[in-house]
């Protein structure tokens, strides 16, 4: 493998040699969330983001 790969490069691999195609919705999931939660810490957005939950 190449020295200077970078993370989403190696996961992307590993998803089609190791074909676990469902970990794909799990992880962009947690993105989605873990973004929420960085910009609901302290945003204008912030009213709209907590009455969504």
Same mark, same amino acid.
């Given at each position: ?6 993370? *989403? @490069? ?29 910009? @609901? ?10 009455? *969504? @939950?």
């Amino acid at each position: 493998m190449a020295g200077n790969r970078s993370l *989403l @490069g190696e996961f992307w691999d590993y998803l089609k040699i190791r074909k676990k195609w469902w970990l794909l919705p799990l992880i962009t999931l947690l993105v989605i969330i873990g973004a929420l939660i960085v910009i @609901g810490q302290s945003s204008v957005l912030s009213p709209l983001i907590y009455s *969504l @939950g």
